[in-house]
């Protein structure tokens, strides 16, 4: 059974930091494609930031410079360290994992991510 669960996500003051995780199981970790979407109350869901095993991670312009994607395949974990936080960062955020080459994709259940004084 394939299981994506994310952490880490609260209320953050804006300009403050957090650090979301996504541990994986249940599939080979290291073949996948991980990511992280969003997506705000009224929005579509929307890229974050995606990450190939020894690629570099790919960024939504909204983010770029201020989030950091990085995996470690020996804890089948993916992290998002999120820096200078704005109001606009609140969303659900949720973690992907995606191999095109077997059509297969799956979700985590999603972290509520608020950035409010």
């Known amino acids: 059974q394939v299981q994506l669960v994310e952490s880490g996500g609260g209320l953050v003051q804006p300009g403050g930091s957090l650090r979301l995780s996504c541990a994986a199981s249940g599939i080979r970790f290291s073949f996948y494609i991980m990511a992280w979407y969003r997506q705000a109350p009224g929005k579509q869901r929307e890229l974050v930031a995606e990450?190939?095993?020894?690629?570099?991670?790919n960024y939504a312009d909204s983010v770029k410079g201020r989030f950091t994607i990085a995996r470690d395949n020996a804890k089948n974990t993916v992290y998002l360290q999120m820096d200078s936080l704005k109001p606009e960062d609140t969303a659900v955020y949720f973690c992907n994992a995606n191999r095109p080459a077997w059509r297969t994709q799956y979700w985590g259940q999603g972290t509520q991510v608020t950035v409010s004084s």
């Open positions: 990450l190939t095993s020894g690629a570099s991670g």
